[in-house]
């Protein structure tokens, strides 16, 4: 998708702030970040939402969760504790369509989000 954000992240047309990267997914800092960790976990292809997930993309999922997992133990989180948050749509707060697994932590975590 040429006029997509993320999708110029993945291909190098635009660089982030790379935090952890595989041949399939590339996981970099939020902007502007809400925690003192705040990574996004994305797939270098592009998916617009968890609504277009179809049953091809479920080795790709879960690699995204790897990867918040590596992000995690970069980060130094991984005991404390992070939360991975994947918004779908407009109404749950989706500004970006290029799914992405928002990776964050480093503070305490109230519930429910918001
Ligand atoms: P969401 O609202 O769930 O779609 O998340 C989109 C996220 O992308 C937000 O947390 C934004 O701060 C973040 N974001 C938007 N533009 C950029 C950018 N150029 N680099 C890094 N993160 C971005
Ligand atoms: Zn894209």
């Not at 797939?43 to 790709?60: W, Y």
């Not at 799914?99 to 429910?112: A, E, K, N």
Request: glycine share 12%.
């Amino acid at each position: 998708m040429s006029d997509c954000l993320f999708c110029k992240m993945a291909n190098g047309e635009i660089t982030p702030d790379i935090v952890h990267e595989t041949d399939d997914i590339l996981a970099f800092r939020d902007i502007n970040p809400q925690a003192p960790t705040h990574v996004l976990v994305i797939p270098r292809r592009h998916i617009s939402s968890i609504n277009d997930l179809t049953e091809a993309d479920q080795e790709l999922v879960g690699k995204l969760y790897l990867g918040a997992k590596a992000v995690a133990g970069k980060e130094g989180i991984r005991e404390s504790g992070y939360r991975t948050v994947m918004n779908c749509g407009a109404g749950a707060g989706q500004t970006v369509f290029h799914i992405h697994l928002h990776v964050l932590g480093g503070r305490g975590m109230q519930w429910p989000p918001g």
